[in-house]
């Protein structure tokens, strides 16, 4: 399995707007076949800084996620709502 995480900074003013797309992009996420676990995570410390927490059967899985027809129309939505973007990085258990 590889885990995702992809961490933004939502601009003050788009918080909500933000929080409505991305719903539909983890509903529409979840409902994929390669897709063990697909989350949204709010800082405790920070309520504009979000975490897409996301857990994939194997490199095939993301593949397909990110050619998506969800993926391709409501990432770019996102990214309108973002202020930092921080890199996206995968993982591995040990």
């Known amino acids: 399995m590889i885990k995702i995480l992809a961490k ?15 719903e539909a992009l ?19 410390e920070n309520p504009r800084q979000f975490c897409f927490v996301e857990i994939w059967k194997d490199q095939a899985a993301i593949d397909a996620h990110n050619a998506s027809e969800h993926f391709t ?11 930092v973007a921080d890199p996206v990085e995968h993982y591995t258990e040990v």
């Open 26 to 44: 983890i509903a529409a996420s979840q409902a994929e076949p390669g897709c063990v676990s697909y989350t949204l995570n709010r800082c405790v």
């Open 73 to 83: 129309r409501l990432v770019p939505q996102l990214g309108k709502f973002v202020e």
């Open 8 to 22: 933004r900074l939502v601009r003050e003013d788009c918080v909500e707007e933000y929080l409505r797309t991305a």
